[in-house]
């Protein structure tokens, strides 16, 4: 069985296969482009998707070292993300399957996510917490099995990945955020700023990030912050983020450890692109030690948007006879619910 996973949800174009369950390549390009505008541009992100889709498709078949006429199904993101970029992945992938006469599968992105921690080993036993943070979403998900999830929470406003962004354009440190933040916070003072944590009603698995975003605003107004301006360069640009980012670490972190107990499960996962921060693994790992987990967090590679969790969902989904109807249309705000057996 050996499949091709297509993902251009957003500004990532990636291509990748799976061949019996084992990775043989992943090939993910960046659009460098929008760093200038500090977001993402739809327009822009699927003209690229459009240049970018064919030679990165056929690297990694070159480096899997596979012919197209060995491919047993094509996968590809049919949401949730930005329509424009899901129709270039999703079109190219059903058309290639069409003209291969093999079946395709279509891929809810977050559940790639939730499969980025089954790519490689060690991989987390069933039943597991997976806690999703990315740009878009940040979800709290119980799989008790390969597409059998139970969503416990999920972002009420601002994703965890997009306060990243927005604080970071507030700062004028660059974009993305998520990695320019973490860089500053490593030398700034994480208790410098008493910004909030948003844990809302006793109990509740949800996510809010916008009253954070909106407290950073409020104290560099109050700073007197001027967009890098030379009294304000240093150390207080780094207390902030260090700040900033220890309440969103913070919360994340202590949600995905009480849900874990709620539901007797000793498996924890992190996923997604906010998953590559380093507070965020370091107190996660740590939290696992104190209440006896196991945690799981793939490789770099694959908490951003890539081809390889598509592929490798496309592999069980074609394992239990599951393919897509080649009418398939892209839904830029498809639920996990969707994906799931339940």
């Given at each position: 069985?050996?499949?091709?996973?297509?993902?251009?949800?957003?500004?990532?174009?990636?291509?990748?296969?799976?061949?019996?369950?084992?990775?043989?390549?992943?090939?993910?390009?960046?659009?460098?482009?929008?760093?200038k505008?500090g977001?993402?541009?739809?327009?822009?992100?699927?003209?690229?998707?459009?240049?970018?889709?064919?030679p990165?498709?056929?690297e990694?078949?070159?480096?899997?070292?596979?012919?197209?006429?060995?491919?047993?199904?094509?996968?590809?993101?049919?949401?949730?993300?930005?329509?424009?970029?899901?129709?270039?992945?999703?079109?190219?992938?059903?058309?290639?399957?069409?003209?291969?006469?093999?079946?395709?599968?279509?891929?809810?992105?977050?559940?790639?996510?939730?499969?980025?921690?089954?790519?490689?080993?060690?991989?987390?036993?069933?039943?597991?917490?997976?806690?999703?943070?990315?740009?878009?979403?940040?979800?709290?998900?119980?799989?008790?099995?390969?597409?059998?999830?139970?969503?416990?929470?999920?972002?009420?406003?601002?994703a965890?990945?997009?306060?990243?962004?927005?604080?970071?354009?507030?700062?004028?440190?660059?974009?993305?955020?998520?990695?320019?933040?973490?860089?500053?916070?490593v030398?700034?003072?994480?208790r410098?700023?008493?910004f909030?944590?948003?844990?809302?009603?006793?109990?509740?698995?949800?996510?809010?990030?916008?009253?954070?975003?909106?407290?950073?605003?409020?104290?560099?107004k109050?700073?007197?912050?001027?967009?890098?301006?030379?009294?304000?360069?240093?150390?207080?640009?780094?207390?902030?983020?260090?700040?900033?980012?220890?309440?969103?670490?913070e919360?994340?972190?202590?949600?995905?450890?009480?849900?874990?107990?709620?539901?007797?499960?000793?498996?924890?996962?992190?996923?997604?692109?906010?998953?590559?921060?380093?507070?965020?693994?370091?107190q996660?790992?740590?939290?696992?030690?104190?209440?006896?987990?196991?945690?799981?967090?793939p490789k770099?590679?694959?908490?951003?948007?890539?081809?390889?969790?598509?592929?490798?969902?496309?592999?069980?989904?074609?394992?239990?006879?599951?393919?897509?109807?080649?009418?398939?249309?892209?839904?830029?705000?498809?639920?996990?619910s969707?994906?799931?057996?339940?």
């Amino acid at each position: 069985m050996t499949v091709l996973g297509i993902e251009t949800s957003c500004d990532e174009t990636s291509a990748a296969v799976v061949r019996h369950g084992k990775l043989l390549s992943n090939v993910t390009t960046v659009q460098l482009i929008h760093s200038k505008y500090g977001g993402v541009v739809p327009e822009l992100a699927s003209r690229a998707h459009q240049q970018l889709i064919v030679p990165i498709v056929d690297e990694s078949l070159l480096k899997a070292n596979v012919k197209k006429e060995e491919l047993k199904a094509i996968s590809a993101v049919y949401g949730p993300g930005l329509i424009g970029s899901i129709l270039v992945g999703l079109s190219f992938g059903k058309a290639m399957a069409l003209g291969l006469g093999v079946p395709f599968v279509g891929v809810n992105h977050m559940e790639g996510h939730i499969f980025s921690n089954l790519i490689e080993d060690p991989k987390p036993a069933f039943p597991f917490m997976n806690l999703t943070a990315s740009g878009g979403h940040t979800q709290l998900v119980l799989v008790k099995e390969p597409f059998d999830y139970v969503i416990l929470g999920e972002t009420i406003d601002d994703a965890a990945g997009e306060a990243f962004d927005k604080v970071a354009k507030m700062l004028d440190i660059g974009y993305p955020g998520g990695p320019l933040i973490d860089k500053y916070a490593v030398v700034g003072n994480p208790r410098a700023v008493d910004f909030p944590r948003s844990y809302l009603d006793e109990g509740s698995f949800d996510f809010s990030f916008s009253g954070l975003k909106t407290s950073v605003l409020y104290y560099l107004k109050r700073s007197g912050f001027q967009k890098r301006t030379a009294e304000f360069d240093g150390n207080f640009i780094a207390d902030v983020c260090a700040s900033f980012q220890a309440s969103v670490v913070e919360v994340l972190v202590r949600k995905l450890i009480l849900a874990a107990e709620k539901f007797s499960v000793r498996n924890i996962a992190i996923a997604g692109g906010v998953s590559a921060n380093t507070e965020l693994r370091r107190q996660a790992a740590e939290a696992a030690v104190r209440n006896g987990l196991k945690l799981f967090i793939p490789k770099f590679e694959y908490c951003t948007d890539n081809g390889a969790m598509i592929a490798m969902v496309g592999y069980h989904r074609m394992l239990e006879g599951n393919h897509s109807d080649l009418e398939l249309t892209a839904e830029p705000g498809l639920s996990l619910s969707r994906s799931s057996r339940n």
